[in-house]
Nanobody
Framework: QVQLVESGGGSVQPGGSLRLSCAASGVTVGSRCMAWFHQAPGKQREGVAK???????YVADSAKGRFTISSDSAKNILYLQMNSLKPDDTAIYYC????????????????????WGQGTQVTVSS
């Protein structure tokens, strides 16, 4: 079975940083397209960052320059480093993995992903 378990969320002040982790089992990080999404209350789930099977990364415009996606193949973990956090970043953050999607292009689309973690809450407030 495929399992994705997020951790690292919490409450921070604007300008603060967090590093989210997604521990994967049943799927090898780096061999599949993987991504981070977030969802605020009452809003649609949106893509934040993507790591494709070739190792290329893409970050949504709202997070570009602040967030970085990376992986540790030895530990089979996907990371999201979040710097310069803003109140608008407040959301539940989910990691996701694709099975068959070719994972090309810059778009990060939820329907392309087959497996999801339970989410971790990030709250940014003063």
């Amino acid at each position: 079975q495929v399992q994705l378990v997020e951790s690292g969320g919490g409450s921070v002040q604007p300008g603060g940083s967090l590093r989210l982790s997604c521990a994967a089992s049943g799927v090898t990080v780096g061999s599949r397209c993987m991504a981070w999404f977030h969802q605020a209350p009452g809003k649609q789930r949106e893509g934040v960052a993507k790591l494709d099977k070739s190792g290329s990364t893409y970050v949504a415009d709202s997070a570009k320059g602040r967030f970085t996606i990376s992986s540790d193949s030895a530990k089979n973990i996907l990371y999201l480093q979040m710097n310069s956090l803003k109140p608008d970043d407040t959301a539940i953050y989910y990691c996701a993995a694709a099975v068959f999607h070719v994972c090309t292009g810059s778009d990060i689309v939820a329907s392309n992903y087959n497996y999801w973690g339970q989410g971790t809450q990030v709250t940014v407030s003063s």
